[in-house]
């Protein structure tokens, strides 16, 4: 009998942990493998390893450092060579003690480099710097020159804002950098001047400097430092800061080509010619330019102005100029006209007297005179003389007695709200132009008034601030008149079950002013097509050149305190229509702001007298099947409001200011700012306003209502109308009751003794006519000069 072998049970023999074999050979990790080898998932990225993911992500760093660089690149680009653009430097003082003259030459000290004007007619000061390699342009702007402060940081590239160590900003300075922040402040500077850092104590300097520096944070958050100009060294690091810096880009300014004018002279046949350096996009003399506080203008050619070159770089050497060159001329096919707005022509209308054809007609089996018969069923219709093609919607709302819209708004704020307000005015002819400006210079220059006119305007005042109260207590909320139907007095005024929703063309019964604009077909697409061919054609940024501009007046060639600078505009950019912009109420505007009462809009390089119109506004456009927005009486402190005017059409997303203007003409007050919206032409701009009527008998879901109608003619009038209450009940008007205007209404609920029936009623308004604005009172001169 074989013995059989000994062996320990399968239990008891050892088992190592398999993710502890970090000695195995590679023997046995092929023999564990079996042939298996590793595939990537299709669903994962090429990358898997931690080495290629520290590659990619070097690349990714890389790719983003050398789109930074070429950025850089092309901000810097016009600014190199020999040949490159001047630097453009705006200097603000915000207090009445600083010497913008010391500052200019405290920079130009610190690198022992002259500073001297370029001609008699420029307020502009030139310096090469040839340590930098560029050469700077400053723009000096007088103390207490908002406008003119406005128009330099306009066409800059830096911004130099002049501090006192002494003086505390006024809220006159306060205002002008609010101005600056809504127009779109270029890469700013601040610093103090030297002449008067002199007396300031050492010790105290440091605290003064850290004082300064958070208030100007508050404006510009940006800013790092204030440099001190009485310092060498402070000046030349305010030098390399604008010599060597990269500007930063206005956003509305981009694309846009813009001239400051280094040379403006008249020639014999009263061409304008402006020389300087296109800046900016491409300038093309196919589109017309506009001068600041002037207009639009045509540009019959550009010619090239190099600057003269030195034949021998040793001393002595001879300056050599160059011949002009033609870049570019207009051709009248293809440029833009002057025509900014339609010519109305009321003679090219449909005639409403009918024909020879329709009278023989409507003679036919009818017999002379005779009115057709209302077929049964129905309700005999008033016939009613329209004009040939409207439509049966339209001549639905032709009131037989129509009286003026100013009358009839005029009447609305002597019910409603507390007195007459000066509404629309009627349109002048353009031969009357100068008789307005006229007139208005003498209203803006100051006159001492008598008592009695003074107390009159403050009662004036004072119950204007009551009807802003009370607008806001009872909204749209008025009183109907008793000495007047009401009927008669809102006739224009229609009932609308839905303001959302109710259907409302947008083209009927449309105010003259209408002829004269123009529409957009597709707005987003023509502004596409116009920035693709701007980037095709005209000189490009960078060029020296003289502009040869046709027709402008004299007065726009004087040296005033502002830079002369030519602004290039897109196609279409001339013609009117109604602009829509959103703004915000400034929180330093203090007194009431009412919808068409007289401001200065600021948008771009344009400046234009407006009254404008104020809707709600409401994102994604509205709900509902129309574009109607309720009108608003007041701009509101805190909320977002749409601000309607008539004015050139503009593109791209560019900042709004609207001002307003003091017995100061050169310290307006600043009331609002935003962005321009849409050109929106059907947009339905809806002024409501509500009856309210007191239930005087209520017997659960009926109720016996007075005070909102004084005849009955008025109650079958609005019978169709529907009611409701501040409780939320809806309603209607079952029957009148006596002739002192009672009437008993139906709701959908019961109705509570103390709650209030209402009626909306609501009418569609347009504002006023705009022209441009020009400096009124501003001094022709050039204040201090500066000696070479």
């Known amino acids: 009998m074989v013995a059989e072998a000994h062996h320990h049970r399968s239990t008891l023999k050892q088992k190592n942990k398999p993710f502890k074999s970090h000695h195995a050979t590679k023997s046995a990790l092929k023999d564990i493998a079996k042939g298996r080898t590793a595939r990537q998932s299709t669903k994962s990225p090429a990358v898997s390893t931690v080495a290629q993911a520290r590659l990619n992500r070097r690349n990714t760093q890389k790719q983003a450092q050398a789109t930074k660089r070429a950025s850089l690149v092309a901000a810097t680009r016009i600014f190199n060579g020999t040949d490159g653009a001047p630097r453009i430097v705006a200097i603000i003082p915000l207090s009445e003690d600083i010497d913008t003259r010391a500052c200019i030459q405290a920079l130009g000290s610190c690198v022992d ?110 800013q790092r430092r204030v440099f001190d100009l ?123 007297w009918p ?20 077929k049964k069923g129905t309700t005999p219709k008033r016939i009613k003389r329209i004009p040939k093609g409207m439509t049966e919607y339209q001549a639905s709302w032709i009131v037989d007695e129509s009286e003026d819209e100013d009358q009839d708004e005029e009447r609305e704020d002597q019910d409603g709200e507390g007195g007459p307000i000066d509404e629309d005015e009627e349109m002048v002819l353009a031969d009357d132009a100068l008789d307005m400006e006229s007139e208005r210079k003498s209203v803006v220059a100051f006159q001492e008034l008598d008592m009695e006119e003074e107390q009159k305007q403050l009662t004036s005042w004072r119950k204007r601030s009551q009807e802003e109260q009370d607008a806001q207590d009872f909204p749209d909320e008025i009183d109907t008149p008793q000495d007047i139907p009401a009927r008669t007095r809102f006739a224009r005024f229609r009932g609308l079950r839905s303001l959302r929703t109710s259907p409302w063309d947008p083209y009927e019964n449309l105010p003259g002013e209408y002829a004269r604009i123009f529409e957009f077909e597709d707005f987003k697409r023509t502004e ?200 939320g009940r809806t309603g209607h008007i079952r029957e009148s009751l006596g002739t002192h205007g009672y009437f008993k209404a139906h709701f959908d609920g019961p109705v509570n003794q103390m709650d209030t029936v209402c009626m909306s009623l609501y009418k569609r308004v347009y504002p006023r006519w705009s022209e441009n604005w020009a400096t009124l009172g501003a001094s022709s001169g050039r204040g201090d000069e500066m000696e070479e």
């Open 113 to 222: 480099e002259e500073i001297h004007g370029i001609n008699e007619n420029t307020n502009i000061w030139t310096m090469k710097t040839s340590r930098f390699k560029t050469s700077l342009q400053f723009l000096p702007v007088p103390f207490a020159r908002p406008f003119a402060a406005l128009d330099a940081a306009r066409a800059a590239d830096y911004t130099l804002l002049l501090l006192s160590p002494t003086i505390e900003v006024t809220p006159a300075g306060d205002t002008l950098l609010r101005m600056l922040q809504a127009q779109g402040l270029p890469t700013a500077i601040a610093a103090i001047p030297p002449t008067i850092t002199e007396d300031l104590d050492a010790k105290a300097r440091p605290a003064v400097l850290k004082s300064l520096l958070s208030f100007i944070q508050y404006f510009d958050p940006a």
């Open 528 to 727: 596409r097509d116009l920035w693709r061919e701007l980037e095709e054609s005209g000189v490009a940024p960078g060029t020296r050149v003289t502009i040869f501009i046709e027709g402008v007046p004299q007065e726009a060639s004087v040296p005033t305190e502002s830079p002369f600078v030519l602004y290039g505009l897109l196609k279409h950019e001339h013609k009117k229509t109604v602009l829509h912009f959103t703004v915000q109420r400034n929180t330093e505007c203090e007194g009431s702001v009412r919808s068409k009462d007289p401001l200065i809009l600021c948008y771009g390089p344009r400046r234009l007298r407006v009254n404008p119109v104020y809707s709600q506004h409401t994102r994604g456009g509205g709900k509902g099947a129309n574009n109607v927005h309720k009108f608003e009486r007041f701009l509101w402190h805190g909320t977002t409001t749409v601000a309607s005017v008539y004015a050139p059409i503009a593109f791209g997303k560019q900042p709004c200011m609207l001002l307003r203007e003091t017995t100061n003409p050169q310290t307006p007050e600043l009331v609002a700012m935003g962005t321009f919206m849409n050109p929106d032409t059907s947009r339905i701009i809806a002024k409501r306003i509500i009856l309210t009527g007191h239930p005087f008998k209520v017997h659960k879901k009926t109720a016996t209502v007075r005070y909102m109608f004084f005849n009955p003619d008025d109650i079958q009038y609005f019978k169709p109308i529907q009611l409701f209450t501040k409780h």
């Open 230 to 352: 009485s310092a060498p060294a402070d000046s030349l690091n305010t030098l390399r800061a604008l010599a060597e810096g990269c500007p930063g880009e206005v956003k509305w300014r981009a694309g846009r080509p813009w001239v400051v004018g280094e040379s403006v002279e008249r020639d014999e046949s009263g061409v304008l010619k402006v020389t300087g350096v296109v800046r900016g996009g491409r300038l093309s003399p196919d589109r017309l330019v506009h001068i600041p506080n002037h207009g639009d203008y045509l540009v019959s050619k550009i010619l090239s102005a190099p600057l003269p070159r030195t034949k021998h770089a040793r001393p002595g050497g001879m300056d050599v100029e160059a011949e002009p060159v033609l870049l570019a001329e207009r051709v009248t096919s293809s440029a833009d006209s002057l025509v900014s707005t339609n010519v109305a022509d009321d003679m090219a209308n449909e005639q409403t």
């Open 355 to 374: 024909t020879e054809e329709e009278m023989a007609g409507a003679l036919q089996g009818t017999g002379e005179g005779e009115v057709p018969d209302a």
